[in-house]
């Protein structure tokens, strides 16, 4: 958010704002400590969250974009991958 922030204040206007934050940590459910669970939902849903946030109420009072990217594995989980998406 700091960054975000500091962004913000040198730019002093946003067209777009594009989030692509991700971790990931091989590794079947067994195998996985519940940090790594918990790091991956830090950085994956609430680094996105937090830094959009900050960022509506300029986007909606000025105008602009937003693109979230995200991961297919949202929808289909991949092996051996049970921190980021179950499959």
Do not use: W
């Not at 939902?41 to 830094?51: H, K």
């Amino acid at each position: 958010i700091k960054q975000v922030k500091n962004s913000i204040k040198k730019m002093r206007s946003l067209d777009i704002v594009i989030l692509n934050a991700r971790v990931y940590f091989p590794g079947k459910s067994i195998e996985t400590n519940i940090l790594e669970y918990k790091k991956t939902m830090e950085v994956n849903y609430f680094g996105t969250l937090n830094c959009l946030l900050e960022i509506i109420p300029i986007m909606k009072s000025k105008g602009g974009h937003i693109a979230v990217v995200s991961s297919l594995a949202g929808y289909r989980g991949l092996p051996n991958s049970s921190a980021y998406g179950i499959k």
